[in-house]
Nanobody, 123 residues
């Protein structure tokens, strides 16, 4: 099971750190992706990370403003979002699976999905 947290209301220019926490298994052995979906729009992959020395991948929409990372316990993957814009508002979800980030894309087959956390960016 994956549970996201950390969403909420933030002003434009603000920051949030989203968490994706696994229960029943360790995320250390999985590739993890963060997605978002705004009303009326398709789901978009925001970022992903695999194990080992693979470089994380970011979508153009968040590149330079987002950082994906793992915690030391292996149970949580974070997505730090900075300089938030109104267009970043969406339900953010995480998923875990197997794959790679070769070529700078998230080639991951996901086995587990979280329910999502709402991010609202508004003054």
């Amino acid at each position: 099971q994956l549970v996201e947290s950390g969403g909420g209301l933030v002003q434009p220019g603000g920051s949030l750190r989203l968490s994706c926490t696994a229960s029943g298994f360790s995320l250390d052995y999985y590739a993890v992706g963060w997605f978002r979906q705004a009303p009326g729009k398709e789901r978009e992959v925001v970022s992903c990370i695999t194990g080992g020395d693979s470089s994380p991948v970011y979508s153009d929409s968040v590149k330079g403003r987002a950082t994906i990372s793992r915690d030391n316990t292996g149970n949580t993957v974070y997505l730090q979002l900075n300089s938030l814009k109104p267009e970043d508002a969406a339900v953010y979800s995480c998923a875990a699976g197997t794959g790679s980030t070769r070529g700078g894309t998230c080639k991951i087959l996901y086995d587990y999905w979280g329910q999502g956390t709402q991010v609202t960016v508004s003054s």
